[in-house]
């Protein structure tokens, strides 16, 4: 079988994770904060943060959160689980 070029699913997790990580680093937003404000469970938050997948609803559940908190979307990636 010939090797295919393939990103690992590790290097999909870390790049998801550092983009949303840095999205709270730069709009100075803590965990907790978010959790309240999206009506998810700290737990979501931190799956999100190391790139762990989490339900679509979610996901978009903390893009709003996240939005109402700062005024602007997070457009970055968030790994969802698989329908």
Same mark, same amino acid.
């Given at each position: 079988? +010939?090797?295919?070029?393939?990103?690992?699913?590790?290097?999909?997790?870390?790049?998801?994770?550092?983009?949303?990580?840095?999205?709270?680093?730069?709009?100075?937003? +803590?965990?907790?904060?978010?959790?309240?404000?999206?009506?998810?469970?700290?737990?979501?938050?931190?799956?999100?943060?190391?790139?762990?997948?989490?339900?679509?609803?979610?996901?978009?559940?903390?893009?709003?959160?996240?939005?109402?908190?700062?005024?602007?979307?997070?457009?970055?990636?968030?790994?969802?689980?698989? +329908?």
């Amino acid at each position: 079988m +010939d090797e295919q070029s393939t990103i690992p699913l590790e290097v999909i997790a870390m790049g998801t994770a550092i983009a949303f990580s840095t999205y709270l680093v730069h709009h100075h937003l +803590d965990s907790l904060a978010i959790c309240i404000a999206s009506g998810v469970r700290y737990s979501t938050v931190w799956n999100i943060q190391h790139g762990v997948p989490v339900t679509r609803e979610h996901a978009a559940q903390v893009r709003r959160g996240v939005q109402q908190m700062t005024g602007r979307a997070y457009t970055g990636p968030i790994n969802v689980l698989a +329908d």
